[in-house]
């Protein structure tokens, strides 16, 4: 027993003397924002994600065995920008009392054009105003900037160093590192993007998930459906949208992982755009498809952006 407790007291027993040998347990809603907590997180935490890769979080159902999850936790992170209707609700189910982190906390939220706009998100347009926001309105997919990711990396990083104070170093170098990743990757696909033909800088998807995308990077975006994937496309906004692609000569349209094709596959056949191939908005890729990081995702669409977009 002296032994033990002089090795004890040399700290040459264990190297993580916040939780014991316990990791930090933190659920995270959603497989993007997930990624993002893995990369800050390192092996101090286990990781529960809700919503799994290709899964769509709008329309997302809580199973018990989520419940479960969320009452053991330590740490519940979530998007916020209402992008998690269900998290309220799943969390008072639990009876979870722990800190609720909104990685999205402190960034500028864009908003929403109505249906009869034709969901169009102009490149660099800012459609905030001095009003205030309508939360049905605001557009919750800030993760399609990476600008606004730095920002999730910092909350989440301090969240955790909050919850698990003896760690705060780890957390803070791994924040450090994977933030040096996401500034090489923003200086890549603004620079991608630019050398695209300006004329050719837009695209048609499946549900407006890409404003934030097309306001960081200089492209225009058209979309059928809202925000949310709960709503279905109106035929007087499709029939308005295949005019609007006529008329300004849009030439790609892409499919999105989490959405049926049916849709954006009729618009192409009516105007004559080509289908791109499959960008990946709201969800990743399981482990061995071609978006299983959030890096990843980032680099799977700029390459077909730009495959498609080049003159």
Do not use: C
């Amino acid at each position: 027993m002296k032994l033990s407790h002089a090795l004890i007291a040399l700290g040459l027993l264990t190297a993580t003397p916040a939780l014991g040998d316990q990791p930090l347990k933190v659920v995270a809603s959603f497989s993007i924002l997930g990624d993002i907590v893995a990369n800050v997180g390192g092996d101090r935490i286990a990781l529960t994600t809700l919503v799994g890769p290709d899964g769509d979080a709008h329309v997302f159902q809580p199973s018990p065995a989520d419940a479960k999850a969320v009452a053991g936790a330590d740490l519940v992170i979530v998007n916020g920008l209402g992008f998690e209707g269900w998290i309220e609700r799943l969390t008072e189910a639990s009876g979870y009392k722990g800190p609720v982190v909104v990685a999205s906390k402190g960034i500028t939220p864009r908003e929403m054009a109505g249906e009869d706009e034709g969901h169009e998100e102009h490149a660099g347009h800012d459609d905030h105003g001095d009003h205030d926001h309508d939360h049905g309105n605001v557009d919750p997919h800030a993760w399609q900037d990476i600008g606004n990711v730095l920002a999730y990396v910092d909350t989440i990083a301090a969240a955790l160093e909050a919850a698990d104070p003896a760690d705060r170093d780890a957390y803070a170098a791994n924040a450090a590192a994977y933030k040096a990743k996401l500034a090489a990757l923003d200086a890549r696909v603004k620079a991608a993007i630019g050398a695209l033909p300006a004329e050719r800088r837009k695209i048609i998807t499946s549900h407006d998930a890409f404003g934030y995308f097309a306001a960081a990077y200089g492209l225009t975006v058209l979309a059928p459906q809202g925000v949310s994937t709960e709503s279905e496309a109106s035929a007087k906004g499709v029939a308005q949208l295949i005019r609007q692609i006529k008329q300004e000569k849009a030439p790609a349209v892409f499919l999105e992982n989490i959405t049926d094709p049916r849709l954006i596959e009729q618009i192409a056949k009516e105007t004559g755009a080509r289908i791109g191939g499959t960008l990946y908005s709201d969800a990743l890729s399981g482990a061995t498809g071609p978006a299983s990081t959030y890096i990843a995702m980032f680099e799977h669409n700029l390459a077909a952006l730009a495959e498609a977009l080049g003159a």
